[in-house]
């Protein structure tokens, strides 16, 4: 799922770049400057905009990251704790971090 997402990030980044580029050259020929300074102005703006979507990828990396081990990680422990139960072994108590996102099972389980 994660690696997923991410795919869906980098690729939605790598369209807005291109659509960037698109759009700024079909556009230099409305203002008023010569084809010469429209291409140098392109080729000063690719840097920075490529920097910000790195920047953008990284934090919606972070993030995803953050929201699935907020998800996946209480979900597994649950997991391990109804295979013990079902095994018949003596399964400890089930602890879930304060801000989990499915702290709530907790009751259920617990």
Same mark, same amino acid.
């Given at each position: 799922?994660?690696l997923?997402v991410?795919?869906?990030i980098a690729?939605?980044?790598?369209a807005?770049v291109v659509?960037?580029?698109v759009?700024?050259r *079909? #556009?230099?020929?409305l203002l008023?400057i010569?084809?010469?300074? +429209? %291409?140098?102005?392109?080729? =000063?703006?690719?840097?920075?905009?490529i920097?910000i979507v790195?920047?953008?990828?990284?934090?919606?990396?972070?993030a995803?990251?953050?929201i699935s081990h907020k998800?996946y990680?209480?979900?597994?422990?649950c997991? *391990? #704790?109804?295979?013990?139960?079902i095994?018949?072994?003596k399964a +400890? %108590?089930?602890?879930f971090r =304060?801000?989990?996102?499915v702290s709530?099972?907790?009751?259920?389980?617990?």
């Open positions: 799922m994660i997923s991410m795919g869906l690729g939605v980044a790598g807005l659509l960037t580029f759009v700024v *079909k #556009y230099a020929s008023p010569t084809p010469e300074v +429209g %291409n140098q102005l392109i080729a =000063k703006s690719v840097f920075p905009v920097i790195i920047i953008l990828f990284i934090l919606s990396f972070w995803v990251l953050l998800i990680g209480p979900l597994y422990r997991g *391990k #704790y109804i295979e013990q139960l095994g018949g072994e +400890g %108590n089930l602890k =304060k801000d989990d996102a709530e099972l907790k009751n259920i389980l617990g």
